[in-house]
Every structure is written in C-alpha cells, then in structure tokens.
C-alpha cells in the first residue's frame, strides 16, 4: 500500500492522525494533481500559441467560443461530480458494495448525457460565433472548431469521469500521469493537424479530440479492470458482504442523489458560462486585439489558478471520505489546511505572473498590441490571485460535502452582480483593461465568502 493510501485508510478506520500527518496527506494527494493541472496549462498554453503564430484571426476565432466550450465541459463535470461524491462517501464509510454500485449506474447515466450535449454543439456549431458578437471573418473556423471541439465532448465526459472516480478512492497518481500524456499528445497531434497537414484551427479541435480519445480508453481501463477499489472486471477485494449485484441499470436513490450534488454546480456552471459568455459579448465590440488578448492572456492566467484545482480535488476527496466516515474535527481540519496551502501556492504564483507577464505574452504571440495589452490585464488580475486560491479550495471543500447549492447561488450573484456589471461599465472607458479589473475584484470578494462560510457556514452538516 503507497503512503498516502496507507494515510488515507486512516480516515475510514477512524484512526487519531496529527496535523502533520494531515498535512502530508493532502500534500501527496495535491502534488500529482497540480503537476497534471499545471502540465494540461503549458501543453495548452503551447497549442494556443501554436494556434496564436497562425496570427490575430485564427487565436480570435478560437477565443470566441471558448467560453461556450467551458461552459459544456463544465456541464460534463457538474454530471460527474454527482456520482463521484457518492462513491467518496461509500468508501470513507468503508460501503464498497455500493461504491461499485454508483459508479456502473454513473457509466450509463454520464454517457447518454454526453451525448445530448455533443448533439447540442453540433447543433449550435453554425449560428454560435454570429450570436456571440463575431465577425464574419472569424466565423467559418469558429463553427468548425466548435463543432468538432463539441462531437469530441463524448470522449471528454468519460474521460472526466473515470479520473474522477479513480481521484475519489484516493488514486491521484493514475489520472494525473494519464492527464500529463494528453497534454503531450494534445500538441504532438495539433502540430501534426494544424502545420504538416495544414489544417489550421480546424486542425486545433482535431488533435484536442484524438488526445481525448486515447485517455478516456486509458481511464477507463485503469478504473474498470486495475482499481482495487472499484474495478469491476477483476477479482474484487476487500469488498462488503453487501456487495449489490452487478447491475448498470440507473436506480431512483443513485440518480436523485446526483442530482442533488450535480444540479447546482450544473445550474452554477451553466450561468457561470453564461456570464463569461457575456463577458465574451462585451470583449467583443474592443476589437480583434482584444479579443485576442483576452483569450491568450486567459489561457496564461490559467498557469496560476490549476494549480489551485490541484489542491481543490485533493480536498474533495478527504472531505469527501471524512464525511463518509463520520470524522467531524478530522473533516474540518483537512479543510483548513487544504486553503491554506492553495492560497500560499496561487500567491507565488500570481507573483511570478505579475514578474513574467510580458515573457509569457511574447510566447503566446508574435503581434505587439495583443502582447502589450496581454501584459496589462495580467497583472491586473495577479491581484486577484489568493482570494481566487481561497474560492477555488473552498468549493472542492463544499463539493466533498456534497453541499453544492449555496456555494453555487455566491458564486452567481458575484458573477452577475459584481463582475459583469463592473465589466459592462468599466469597458466603456477603459476597454479591455477595465473587463479584467471588474474579474479582479470579483474573485477577491468571492474568495472572502467563501472563506467566511468555510469557517462559520453550516457546509459539513451532514457529519452532525
């Protein structure tokens, strides 16, 4: 048994741990993840920048929809999440009978999902550059990238939601490492697609799906035939007498529980993206640039916030097994000490980005405005940063709770309330600068909620 699984069957047993001990946990279970998160940032920040080299247009018709693209991929993971959290509770109650019983009933439910989004996209794929404000000299890519971009979401869904299951029973080295080799052949095929075969944007979305394609194989063999815990193809171990038969037929109580946990962050999600679609909306009357700008320097953003979600999936995971378990101080503890560390880490790193921003920015285009107006808003947001680290850590830690709607409803009234309004009045007079301070100050007043619930909201009620 590795040392974190060792640590971590502590937790089931209900065995007394110090805050060291906690500390190392969540350490091991953060490092794979935040090297997979950060790794997926710089294979992503290389593919932007291939796709950037292309010039102004091509990164303008990517940036257009990738909102869209996040809000669909978020919908995906809200579906997960649903089912996966269940399974963490079953294994911190040492239930692995019905552990296995959530996650088959989660293929079949999470696939047909997938696929009503997937037609969606395909459906939307020639109107959505036209409705979000695009001209047309960017619309043809933008259609076919996000058509593509969405046929390929199939893959994208089962691929999140085998890391996610495997995450959840304490297994963070499998999907990290395997996330790491997606990056990697996410830019080996898009040099291939996009500069040997010379398929520009279009060749973007096809070496992204192929990438997906490949993982999601390798997840799901990882989780269904060599997981311990949860491998259904295998000779089961350490299972309970009460082992449910091996059925995939969705039942009542699985899926109305993952529609408790799921909803919300779906609903969050959906008017999330909805927001940064608007967002989109009001970027897109300052111009190609900013456009441009906006989307490149959102993608070098990124190199500060994953490792954050890194930190944010280790605590899910512990909260989610405390919570199973029923260790009420044990729970709170890994809390605490999860943000702590995801602040400490997104601050340096909003330090490097504030030192850095016009290197990063140089590598992402060859066009001086976009690079100059990148660097601007960069370190604008870098302000942001711990505030954001205490948003993001939080939420995993609600997440393992399975206490999703109230995060939800903050997180959508300071998108809606704080950032789109100041961004809307902001843009006016300051263009694309103003639409990132209007970020900055949301996230650092999301932040300070979150942490006000973490310590005094009621998010843990079910250990009472």
């Known amino acids: 048994m590795s040392k974190s699984q060792d640590l971590l069957s502590y937790i089931r047993e209900g065995r007394t741990m110090t805050q060291q001990e906690m500390l190392r946990l969540i350490v091991q279970l953060s490092i794979p993840s935040i090297l997979a998160q950060i790794s997926a940032t710089v294979m992503f920040f290389i593919d932007a920048s291939m796709v950037g080299h292309l010039g102004a247009k091509a990164s303008a018709s990517i ?26 509770h079953f294994i911190g109650a040492n239930d692995f009978g019905n552990a296995h019983r959530v996650m088959r009933q989660s293929l079949v439910c999470c696939l047909l999902f997938s696929v ?17 404000g695009g001209s047309e000299e960017i619309a043809r890519d933008a259609s076919l990238y996000f058509a593509i971009i969405g046929l390929c979401g199939i893959f994208f869904q ?4 085998a890391g996610s299951m495997l995450k959840c029973s304490g297994n963070m080295k499998v999907p990290s490492m395997l996330n790491i080799g997606m990056c990697v052949m996410d830019v080996l095929f ?14 973007a979305a096809m070496g992204t799906g192929l990438a997906e394609l490949i993982t999601a194989a390798l997840m799901l063999w990882f989780l269904l035939v060599r997981s311990d815990m949860l491998g259904i193809f295998k000779k089961e171990k350490g ?10 037929h969705p039942t009542t109580d699985v899926v109305s529980t993952a529609f408790k946990i799921g909803a919300p962050m779906g609903l969050q999600h959906l008017l999330m993206g909805g927001a ?13 640039v900013a456009i441009a700008a906006h989307s490149l320097a959102i993608t070098v953003e990124s190199l500060c916030y994953m490792p954050g979600f890194g930190i944010a999936e280790a605590a899910t995971t512990l909260v989610g097994q405390g919570i199973g378990a029923g260790q009420r101080l044990l729970t709170r503890s890994f809390a605490r000490l999860s943000v702590a560390l995801g602040i400490m880490v997104m601050t340096f790193m909003g330090v490097l980005m504030w030192i850095f921003a016009p290197q990063l920015m140089t590598i992402m285009s060859p066009v001086r405005e976009v690079i100059a107006l990148g660097t601007d808003v960069l370190r604008i947001e870098a302000w942001a940063e711990p505030m954001f680290a205490a948003a993001i850590v ?17 997180s959508l009234t300071t998108m809606w309330g704080v950032r789109l309004t100041l961004a809307w009045w902001l843009a006016k007079d300051y263009g694309l600068k103003g639409v990132w301070t209007a970020m900055a100050i949301e996230l650092t007043f999301r932040g300070i909620i979150f942490l006000v619930r973490l310590f005094h909201g009621k998010w843990n009620k079910k250990l009472k």
């Open 190 to 203: 898009n040099y291939l697609f996009i500069y040997i075969f010379d398929l520009g944007v279009m060749g």
């Open 394 to 410: 939080c939420n995993g830690v609600f997440v393992g709770a399975g206490d999703t709607l109230k995060p939800a409803i903050m």
């Open 63 to 88: 940036g257009i929809v990738e909102t869209t693209g996040w809000l669909m991929g978020g919908l995906a993971s809200a579906a997960n999440m649903g089912f996966s959290v269940q399974v963490a």
């Open 239 to 248: 299972k309970s007498e009460s082992l449910a038969p091996a059925s995939f």
């Open 116 to 132: 009503m989004i997937s037609i969606v996209c395909l459906a939307i794929s020639p109107f959505l550059p036209y409705w979000l």
């Open 158 to 161: 089962m691929e999140g939601l």
């Open 276 to 288: 940064q679609i608007v967002s989109t909306l009001i970027v897109a009357p300052l111009g190609t």
